[in-house]
């Protein structure tokens, strides 16, 4: 359906680059996007396609920060569809990514147009594993690694290790209830293993388990979801922008 490849990273990195974004989290939710749709293709039954496009968006999902934390997907889509970083990047592809981007956070909003142009079936799976990969590296540090997943009668269950899910468990619920309105299944997030308990399970991560990946520092806690919701009417004026400022990103290039 989508023409995204593999061979478009180079142009993605390259965008996150320029706008210096925050290389470990960025690396981190696409490695437990990556994670979730492998594991879940029974599920979702998409291809290497989506695949590409959903770690192309993970990589990007933050790019906006630099503009505002507190709008910062909306931003990030824009950036994601005008900056001429992309302009080789395929047009429905390119659009594809920047409603991932946006959606990554706050309410879901598709209209019937776009689902009907992109996938009434593509768009949602992807959002929603999205936002699970999101939440998992809340405090940008790089550290979760994702288990097991198993889907048992209407309950999916991620096993995850290297993250205090007690923290932020509110902030995980909202994430994971749009993952359940899409597949219809109830999400149970944990550190317990059917093996070994949860506490017994976390003393027994190892060096590889919690180290960042490519050696990177673990990042600050940011404030990108703590920063509070903001009304519909701040989402709307921040989203007729046109375009953002840009002079707080210290672009290069």
Same mark, same amino acid.
């Given at each position: 359906?989508?023409?995204?490849?593999?061979?478009?990273?180079?142009? $993605?990195?390259?965008?996150?680059? /320029?706008?210096?974004? %925050?290389?470990?989290?960025?690396k981190t939710?696409? *490695?437990?996007?990556?994670?979730?749709?492998?594991?879940?293709?029974?599920l979702h039954g998409m291809g290497d396609r989506e695949l590409n496009l959903l770690r192309h968006a993970a990589l990007l999902h933050d790019l906006g920060a630099c503009i505002s934390i507190r709008k910062h997907h909306i931003h990030s889509a824009y950036l994601v569809m005008h900056d001429e970083t992309l302009d080789s990047y395929p047009?429905?592809?390119?659009?594809?990514?920047?409603?991932? $981007?946006?959606?990554?956070?706050? /309410?879901v909003?598709? %209209?019937?147009?776009?689902?009907?142009?992109?996938? *009434?079936?593509?768009?949602?799976g992807l959002i929603a594993i999205l936002r699970i990969a999101d939440i998992l590296d809340y405090f940008h540090r790089g550290s979760t690694v994702i288990k097991d997943i198993r889907v048992d009668g209407n309950t999916c269950t991620f096993v995850v290790w290297g993250i205090d899910l007690e923290a932020i468990r509110e902030k995980i619920n909202k994430k994971a209830s749009y993952f359940q309105e899409v597949f219809k299944l109830k999400v149970?997030?944990?550190?317990?293993?059917?093996?070994?308990?949860?506490?017994?399970?976390?003393?027994?991560?190892?060096?590889?388990?919690?180290?960042a990946p490519d050696g990177g520092e673990a990042a600050e806690e940011t404030a990108g979801e703590a920063a509070g919701d903001l009304g519909d009417g701040a989402e709307q004026a921040a989203a007729a922008l046109d375009p953002?400022?840009?002079?707080?990103?210290?672009?290069?290039?």
């Open positions: 359906m989508f023409a995204g490849n593999a061979d478009h990273i180079e142009m $993605v990195l390259a965008l996150g680059n /320029k706008y210096r974004y %925050d290389q470990l989290h960025a939710v696409e *490695r437990l996007c990556v994670a979730i749709f492998d594991r879940l293709g029974s047009g429905k592809d390119r659009e594809v990514v920047a409603l991932l $981007v946006r959606s990554h956070r706050k /309410k909003k598709l %209209d019937p147009e776009e689902m009907s142009r992109y996938g *009434r079936e593509v768009l949602p149970v997030i944990t550190n317990e293993s059917p093996e070994i308990g949860g506490e017994e399970a976390a003393s027994q991560l190892t060096e590889e388990d919690t180290a953002p400022s840009v002079d707080n990103c210290d672009a290069k290039g």
